[in-house]
């Protein structure tokens, strides 16, 4: 049976059931976002988020000003070798290092900006018992068989070594640096034992090899399921992840998905849960999360099937975000599973008691961010926090660097030059003067957003270029083609400066009327733009809402709750309610309404960053 003891957050620290409001009935759409679960064995780095956090909530708060119905679950994926091995290290147990790191997540996430509906963890009671339910529906379907396998082992420690930290030269490519589950230089899947001159990345000691009984996942089962699947995604998902997962498809191998340890899931078998020394695999539990998360969402709402809705209704969508190293797993393994789950693999079978589960609509991943030419390595201190970015850098300004010239497509190198001359040049000098400029002037001169008397073929030529941009801006988002949506908003940005500069209001002295109107189409441009903005930059467009006299709330922002199981330890969870007025269209402003003297949006950076920090880098 599912775990029923998830306590409902009620009162005003509740979340309640997500309302309808001035929607229309049956317009809107069911969209899950379900976005990769951190590893809490450390705090998160830039080049973490720009695969998974920014562009997942980007897409979400685009989603939800469409007016769909978005759930966006995630949470920290806590069990595993790694995890205990980081613990050993710094003489905690795994538990106490998941609920530093969990709640060290949760609070820089929240930092940045991140809209999650549930951002929870794999060490709850719930998630406990769907993963088991998961592998329960497979074993019944035949899709899961035990199989004596040779597992790697740490002679120093005599603890089995995970796969991802052995490391040897590919047997298929001859790349020196593949990893023991797969080679990231020709995709393939591997097994440790396969590499040649494996070695730990631990200690670098020569791992040994010994038997040990696992439970396999027969993915051969699923290649032609997963092949019609996935061919008929051509054409909707990024080309470098249907290429990659489709090149996966002729070489599939059963797959252990329980490991030698002590630190993870019991397998939910007789003569196996009592066991101290078998656990599920990690990545096996994790995708599961999506899940899990989502039925912990509907019963902390107080509607314990509303997961339902995003899992089980044929017009729903899942998007999935990551980062290319997890490609396989999303786009072949969780799949696979769930085909196996709903019986619907080569050997049949019938959907378990969650009943027929729905696979990703697309795999949205993106590549690496290196780090000035250099990868991201914590252990090597090439690296920056997100927690450390944001105690000196705008949540917004990263948010924006990432869109605009993040790993979308093709790897990406983050440099400290390069974001400083997008946050001056693009959002203080741009964006930030445009709106600056516009609202100060309006204000100085009329105490209120003027009225439009006259309007020009320039007036009205810029406010249809303002108007259209939600289609093509629009289009691009729901593509999660970031990039391409957010260049097409600051295009209309620049046009509206170029119509400052050549019609100079500032100039006009003796035509009120004109010099009006002029200015009530600026603000009507920064308007429009805030809210083509908002997805990419949801703190600076309240602030500019709140600034043109709005009322309420605009976007809403994500924060942290405490919640807990049947009384148990509490544990902090990302929630909020994102129900403001954001809608993705142009509305037309007031004329009238009051206007006070602007603040500025964003600050602008010194040329001296670029020093300091290319120095706390080399230190």
């Not at 019986?343 to 990703?360: E, Y």
């Not at 929630?575 to 309404?593: C, F, L, N, Q, S």
């Not at 009051?594 to 949006?601: I, Q, R």
């Amino acid at each position: 049976m599912l775990y029923e003891g998830l306590r409902p957050m009620v009162g005003e620290t509740g979340v309640r059931p997500r309302r309808e409001g001035s929607r229309l009935v049956g317009m809107s759409q069911h969209i899950l976002t379900a976005v990769a679960w951190p590893y809490a064995n450390g705090p998160r780095h830039i080049g973490h988020v720009s695969g998974f956090g920014v562009p997942s909530d980007v897409f979400s708060r685009y989603q939800r000003m469409a007016g769909n119905k978005v759930l966006m679950v995630s949470g920290t994926d806590e069990h595993g070798t790694p995890i205990q091995v980081q613990a050993d290290n710094e003489g905690v147990t795994a538990r106490q290092l998941a609920d530093r790191y969990n709640r060290v997540i949760a609070e820089d996430l929240t930092a940045l900006g991140l809209s999650y509906d549930l951002f929870t963890r794999t060490t709850t009671k719930n998630h406990y018992a769907v993963a088991q339910e998961i592998f329960l529906g497979l074993h019944k379907n035949g899709y899961i068989f035990p199989k004596t396998t040779m597992g790697a082992v740490s002679p120093s420690t005599g603890r089995t070594l995970p796969d991802r930290y052995i490391e040897g030269t590919c047997p298929i490519c001859g790349y020196d640096g593949a990893r023991g589950d797969q080679c990231d230089n020709c995709g393939n899947q591997l097994d440790p034992i396969d590499l040649i001159n494996p070695r730990s990345r631990i200690n670098g000691e020569t791992p040994a090899f010994v038997e040990t009984e696992h439970f396999m996942l027969d993915l051969p089962a699923f290649a032609d399921a997963l092949g019609t699947y996935l061919q008929s995604k051509q054409g909707e998902w990024r080309p470098n992840v249907l290429k990659f997962s489709l090149n996966l498809l002729g070489d599939l191998q059963p797959r252990a998905i329980t490991r030698d340890l002590d630190w993870g899931v019991p397998i939910p078998l007789d003569g196996w849960s009592d066991r101290s020394d078998k656990r599920l695999y990690v990545w096996f539990d994790a995708v599961i999360g999506y899940l899990s998360a989502s039925i912990e969402w509907a019963r902390r709402s107080g509607d314990p099937d509303a997961w339902r809705q995003w899992w089980q209704n044929p017009d729903a969508r899942g998007y999935y975000f990551m980062g290319k190293d997890n490609i396989v797993f999303h786009s072949e393994i969780w799949p696979a599973m769930l085909l196996g789950y709903n019986g619907q693999g080569a050997r049949g079978g019938t959907p378990g008691p969650l009943g027929k589960l729905a696979l990703p609509s697309e795999v949205v991943s993106s590549e690496f961010l290196t780090m000035e030419g250099r990868k991201f390595s914590s252990s090597r201190q090439v690296v920056i926090y997100v927690r450390d970015f944001l105690e000196r850098y705008s949540a917004d300004a990263l948010r924006y660097y990432i869109a605009v010239a993040g790993p979308e497509n093709q790897d990406t190198d983050f440099t400290w030059s390069e974001f400083v001359n997008r946050n001056n040049g693009e959002l203080v000098a741009a964006w930030g003067n445009l709106v600056n400029r516009s609202i100060s002037m309006a204000a100085r001169n009329f105490g209120a957003i003027p009225e439009a008397v006259h309007l020009t073929d320039a007036d009205r030529a810029l406010l249809e270029r303002s108007r259209t941009a939600f289609t093509a801006v629009g289009g691009e988002l729901q593509r999660s083609r970031f990039k391409n949506a957010v260049t097409e908003a600051f295009d209309v940005v620049r046009e509206a400066n170029k119509y400052l500069a050549e019609q100079e209001p500032w100039k006009i002295k003796d035509d009120p009327g004109r010099q009006g109107s002029i200015l009530h189409v600026a603000l009507q441009i920064v308007d429009d733009v805030k809210t083509l903005l908002t997805p990419f930059v949801p703190t600076s467009s309240n602030k500019i809402f709140e600034m043109l006299g709005g009322e309420g709330v605009w976007s809403g922002m994500p924060e942290i709750r405490e919640v807990d199981e049947d009384g148990g330890p509490s544990y902090p969870v990302i929630t909020g309610e994102y129900d403001g007025a954001a809608k993705w269209e142009h509305r037309p402003i007031k004329a009238g309404v009051p206007l006070a003297p602007p603040t500025p949006l964003f600050a602008k950076l010194d040329n001296k960053v670029v020093d300091e920090e290319l120095s706390r880098l080399e230190s």
